[in-house]
């Protein structure tokens, strides 16, 4: 009867992590999809990644309930608890990541219907080339619950904050120069938000990778460098003193 009991519990922990493997997969290819959409203004792959959120969302709602009723009736303890209770926290994640490769794929036909600077569309896209590489990692880490590495990925988001401040920079001064371009620019602005927003839940995860190999909390200053708010205060003392 034990043995029963042990082999059923051990059947409900395979299913919860896999399930995270298999929505790690599918918001990595929301991501994927949403920007290569924006970048060839492909509407019908950008409506594809709007219906793909849907299945995405159901996925993190199955999950939490198994999760949960895990926890009510076999009420582990230690290591076992953190990877039921992490993988909570990460499935959370993944269906942001899925809602911001949404938001992009929402702005491709609002983009498309302006011209759009080609060196700042492949900004967003060695943009989102780090995010994407950042994602990857951090699930392959959780798959092999490498804390080390895990800690590693984390001070890589530095990385991405210094590229999406970069590109405010040159979205703020293009909109600047002409203002036909603020519809365009500010799409792209927010596009370009989302994915740096995507590098924040990958940095997430790896923090919930830590917790659950070693039951302690990652140190809490993490660096943020986001700049984007001095600058653009500086932009508009600029232009009214202009």
Not at 54 to 80: C, F, G, H, N, S
Not at 210 to 234: H, L, W
């Amino acid at each position: 009867m034990e043995h029963h009991i042990v082999s059923s519990y051990d059947q409900e922990l395979k299913f919860i992590l896999r399930r995270i493997s298999e929505m790690g997969g599918q918001a990595e290819r929301m991501v994927e999809q949403s920007v290569a959409a924006l970048i060839r203004s492909d509407w019908g792959l950008a409506q594809a990644v709007v219906a793909d959120d849907v299945l995405l969302d159901a996925a993190q709602r199955e999950l939490d309930e198994r999760a949960i009723m895990t926890i009510a009736k076999r009420q582990p303890m230690a290591q076992d608890l953190r990877e039921i209770v992490g993988a909570i926290r990460i499935s959370n994640d993944l269906e942001r990541i899925g809602d911001l490769g949404k938001n992009i794929a929402k702005r491709v036909i609002a983009v498309h219907e302006h011209s759009q600077p080609v060196q700042l569309v492949r900004g967003i896209e060695h943009l989102s080339e780090l995010a994407l590489g950042q994602l990857k990692d951090v699930l392959d880490a959780y798959a092999t619950r490498d804390h080390v590495r895990a800690e590693a990925i984390r001070s890589g988001d530095e990385e991405i904050d210094a590229m999406y401040t970069s590109i405010f920079r040159e979205l703020l001064t293009y909109m600047m120069e002409d203002p036909r371009n603020i519809t365009a620019c500010t799409h792209l602005l927010f596009s370009a938000k989302n994915i740096e927003r995507i590098g924040d839940h990958a940095t997430n995860i790896a923090e919930t990778i830590y917790y659950i190999k070693t039951g302690n909390q990652m140190e809490t200053d993490r660096p943020k460098g986001d700049r984007t708010t001095s600058i653009s205060d500086a932009a508009v003392s600029g232009a009214q003193s202009a």
